[in-house]
């Protein structure tokens, strides 16, 4: 009785083992076919990396066939270089593959029709000729406290293949991105920022510029010998600085004249346009008369609501918050898509969108919708606080988050605007010497009526806003519908940019764009 016991359980436990043995040599062969079947390379393909399961495949070579040799390659050219269809193969066991395609566009392989195992690519690109060299249309060369910033805008006739970066003596540094960061450096030291392009057939250019780490362009007007002598705080909390006056605070940029407002907080350059440059030196023309403007607008058109005050505007609604909100454009700033070059939007895709790199996109424009009396809504009778702030003559920069167009939902900045353009307020008009008596003397009159973006009120029936008039003083109440006052854009040069030049008429400061 006790060996039929235990013969049972020594047949339990041996059956209990072989099912141990079974499970393990299953594991091992199913290791060994997922081995065999798993992907050995992937491949960047137009529409992104693929999978090539449960077959192999993989690109075995890749030869870049430059006309008199041809050299292996990593990685597809992403530019001046043909797929050679006829000479790139798939084989599977040494038999081409029937029925498969190849395609390449821009560095991006993809394979149709490839469903065997074991299936290996050579693929081949062909040089396109060319004897055409790139062209540095010009370098932007930003610096904060330990390094150097440099974006290269060069152009090719076939493309760019790659840029080549350099810091003074060491060694250069070769990438296909047109933007480098050199960091690790010194506050206030000088370098040699030395910059080459280079296309897939060898043609190059180059361009050399000296830059010095950490200095700001409101640094170098303010150690200038005609820095602004004026400062206040600004509605970021920081100091700006303002010319008044008749001051030298002449800046070309882009092919214009402008002038200098005052320097933001953040160091980047509040300047008003000034006028075509048709020469290296302003004349009388760029002082005063329609030449300071881009043409003449109606701010709003129709004005029968308090919600056209605003620059950009909301709905009718008896909410404040909507009447106000920033989702419209006004007349004088124009569709995001106009061509209309007296409109800003307009003018600044036809002037200024290639030069965008130098512009900054976060120095916020205000508009200071805040109310003095009324609701701000609807047709309710309305005053708004720059215009209370005007006839005290007690001009200030500060400006509730809520009227700045803001970045996301809290930051100052251009956010709400496609472009970052707009007008002068009253408030900086006032700082730089635009009086409520006639005739001042500053740099600002220029014996044309232009539009303000600061609100005056609406009376009932018509929108107004404030404006510079002929004669040089803060006008109140004109209606946002007339077509008579002037547009002078107002940008901001950001602080990173490299300047030269005084700021006088002979020796103007100048934006380094190349």
């Known amino acids: 009785m006790d060996f039929e016991v235990l013969k049972r359980s020594n047949?339990?436990?041996?059956?209990?083992?072989?099912?141990?043995?079974?499970l393990i040599f299953s594991a091992v062969i199913l290791t060994f076919t997922r081995a065999k079947y798993r992907v050995t390379e992937s491949v960047p393909l137009v529409s992104g990396t693929i999978n090539f399961s449960p077959y192999d495949f993989n690109v075995v070579a890749m030869y870049l066939n430059k006309g008199d040799e041809t050299v292996s390659t990593k990685k597809a050219p992403h530019v001046g270089y043909t797929l050679n269809s006829e000479q790139s193969t798939c084989v599977v066991d040494d038999e081409e593959v029937e029925g498969y395609e190849i395609l390449y566009d821009s560095g991006l392989l993809d394979f149709n029709n490839l469903s065997y195992a074991g299936t290996k690519c050579s693929v081949y690109f062909d040089l396109i000729?060319?004897?055409?060299?790139?062209?540095?249309?010009?370098?932007?060369?930003?610096?904060?406290?330990?390094?150097?910033?440099?974006?290269?805008?060069?152009?090719?006739n076939i493309g760019v293949f790659y840029y080549y970066f350099q810091l003074d003596d060491e060694e250069e540094i070769r990438i296909e991105e047109n933007t480098y960061t050199f960091e690790g450096l010194e506050k206030d030291d000088?370098?040699?920022?030395?910059?080459?392009?280079?296309?897939?057939?060898?043609?190059?250019?180059?361009s050399t510029d000296e830059v010095t780490v950490g200095v700001k362009a409101g640094d170098v007007i303010l150690a200038s010998e005609n820095a602004p002598t004026n400062s206040t705080i600004?509605?970021?909390?920081?100091?700006?600085?303002?010319?008044?006056?008749?001051p030298n605070n002449w800046v070309q940029f882009a092919?214009?004249?402008?002038?200098?407002?005052?320097?933001?907080?953040?160091?980047?350059?509040?300047?008003?346009?000034?006028?075509?440059?048709d020469s290296d030196k302003p004349d009388g023309s760029n002082e005063t008369g329609t030449g300071t403007q881009i043409g003449t607008k109606a701010f709003n058109s129709p004005g029968d609501n308090n919600m056209y005050v605003g620059f950009k505007y909301g709905s009718n609604s008896s909410d404040y918050a909507v009447t106000h909100a920033n989702i419209n454009n006004s007349t004088v700033l124009g569709a995001d898509n106009s061509n209309d070059t007296t409109t800003l939007n307009g003018w600044y895709r036809a002037s200024l969108l290639e030069y965008t790199t130098y512009i900054d996109g976060n120095a916020g424009f205000c508009g200071d919708r805040r109310l003095n009396s009324g609701t701000g809504t609807g047709e309710t009778v309305t005053t708004y606080q720059p215009s209370i702030r005007i006839n005290n003559s007690t001009p200030n920069l500060s400006c509730e988050k809520v009227d700045i167009y803001t970045i996301d939902e809290f930051e100052y900045g251009n956010g709400a605007l496609t472009y970052p353009i707009g007008l002068i307020s009253a408030d900086e008009a006032m700082l730089g010497g635009i009086l409520r008596a006639s005739s001042p003397n500053t740099y600002l009159n220029t014996n044309q009526i232009y539009w303000t973006m600061s609100p005056?009120?609406?009376?009932?029936?018509?929108?107004?806003?404030?404006?510079?008039?002929?004669?040089?003083?803060?006008?109140?109440?004109?209606?946002?519908?007339?077509?008579y006052p002037g547009v002078r854009p107002v940008i901001n040069i950001r602080a990173d940019v490299q300047l030269t030049g005084t700021g006088s008429q002979n020796d103007p400061f100048k934006v380094v764009t190349s």
């Open 190 to 206: 000088i370098h040699l920022v030395s910059v080459r392009v280079e296309d897939a057939a060898g043609n190059e250019a180059s």
């Open 11 to 22: 047949l339990k436990r041996n059956i209990i083992i072989g099912m141990v043995v079974v």
């Open 129 to 156: 000729p060319d004897s055409e060299d790139p062209v540095i249309n010009n370098l932007v060369i930003g610096s904060d406290d330990t390094s150097i910033t440099v974006t290269v805008r060069a152009t090719d």
């Open 255 to 277: 092919g214009f004249w402008w002038r200098i407002i005052r320097i933001n907080g953040d160091g980047s350059i509040r300047i008003i346009y000034q006028g075509v440059a």
């Open 234 to 246: 600004d509605w970021t909390g920081k100091t700006t600085y303002y010319y008044t006056g008749k």
């Open 456 to 483: 005056h009120g609406f009376n009932g029936s018509i929108a107004s806003m404030l404006v510079v008039s002929s004669s040089g003083h803060i006008g109140g109440g004109n209606d946002v519908f007339t077509t």
